[in-house]
């Protein structure tokens, strides 16, 4: 479309001189329509059928792009995720400054677009809720709209999965638990774009959806694992549990075991244990091959520590971790635990509990859940697992999350920490 220039139009003489009120008014009412789009482009509010996608992805050309944020005026905004149809909608931002020793590229990517309105070539972005939660279609920079040089390859547009110019696949992923995984793709500016991983000093950061009831929409497409530890071995489940064969693969050895669930046993002290599985999900035309992997359980070299539950001198130890493990300072977040525990029973008393990292103790301490008594062994001690969703308070500083039992604070080898960063604006 031709864009209008104002300047000629005024220019232009007008044949009746009773029309120069009229079409001021009407240039008043055109540009004040034109201000406020422009102002609503970028901030998108959440309504009822809405789910807000939260945290950062990460791009090595173009550096962070922030789903939600406040801008410095104050207003919101964010990328949202219809919760029948899972088409996005709303904005990012790469807040980024470009690298100077290559001005060849374009300078601010700012904005990245997610329009359901997007067709054609270049479909909108969606959660394809009967595909495993596989993100398809694209989004686009808006600075490739506005007459920078973008080259010659894509203009702008960010493609959520499809095939790389060597023969392999990519795909972003949005998890039964919220978490987002995988790899978008740009090739003029932004590169490869990294949803989830882990930062130079070692924090966690990721792309996250804001409500577990809407993300386990896709449970039963998409195939999961768990693990649980037991006194003298190490189960890995696979869940569903429907498919007719599961390949499973424990530590880079394929084992004949095709059942949803893998025992290892017997489990030796200071060695780590972690798994794969494969199975065929669904039926018909919407029957697909997918992995999960397994969470790694890794048993630590002597029983030192731990809490000592019931008679007799049974050791109860676990495994705990958490997403995201990178939060915005001062902001409650939702948050997902995952857990287990051997050698408890329904009358011992176990929760999940956080205190500041740097602290020595436990007595300053914040629970955050308790653990149910009726997802533990009735009456002969056992493993137990689980997880827990919950929006977790507002933290300011790096904050370490642990398991106890009956007072005492559980073994679970390495910390479980949650770091802060501080809040995000975009300009």
Known sequence: ??????????????????????????????????????????????????????????????????????????????????????????????????????????????????????????????????????????????????????????????????????????????????????????????????????????????????????????????????????????????????ASSYTWIRNRVRSADTSSSLTVSPIIQDNSYTAQVSATIGSGTGSRQTTAYCPTITIPPTSGSGSTSGSGSTTTTGMLSVYPSRVESGKPTPTTFTWSLTNVSQGDNCSIDSKAARARSTTSHMSVGGLSPSSFPRGTKGPASGTMSTTSPAIKTQTEYYLECNGTKIDTGNPVIVNVVPSFSSF
Not at 54 to 64: E, F, H, L, M, R
Not at 83 to 106: C, E, I, K, R
Not at 197 to 203: D, E, K, R
């Open 1 to 242: 479309m031709k864009n209008v220039s104002f300047k000629n139009l005024f220019n232009k003489k007008l044949e009746k001189a009773h029309w120069l009120p009229l079409f001021f008014v009407a240039v008043i009412v055109v540009a004040g329509l034109a201000g406020a789009e422009a102002f609503h482009a970028h901030i998108t509010n959440a309504s009822s059928s809405l789910m807000q996608i939260k945290g950062d992805a990460w791009s090595p050309n173009i550096g962070w792009i922030s789903f939600s944020g406040t801008a410095k005026n104050g207003s919101p905004y964010g990328v949202y995720e219809d919760t029948n149809t899972g088409v996005l909608s709303g904005y990012a931002w790469a807040y980024a400054q470009p690298d100077p020793n290559n001005t060849s590229q374009p300078s601010g990517l700012g904005w990245l677009h997610f329009s359901p309105n997007f067709t054609g070539n270049h479909p909108a972005a969606k959660v394809d809720f009967l595909s495993g939660g596989k993100v398809i279609g694209y989004a686009r920079f808006v600075s490739a709209t506005s007459g920078t040089t973008w080259g010659s390859s894509s203009d702008g547009w960010v493609s959520f999965s499809g095939t790389a110019t060597n023969g392999s696949s990519y795909k972003v992923v949005q998890n039964a638990n919220c978490t987002w995984s995988g790899y978008a793709w740009e090739p003029d500016a932004s590169g490869w774009i990294q949803i989830s991983g882990t930062a130079q000093n070692s924090s966690s950061f990721g792309v996250y959806g804001s409500d577990a009831s809407i993300c386990s929409k896709i449970t039963g497409s998409q195939l999961t694992c768990s693990a649980s530890k037991g006194a003298s071995s190490i189960t890995f489940t696979a869940s569903p549990g429907t």
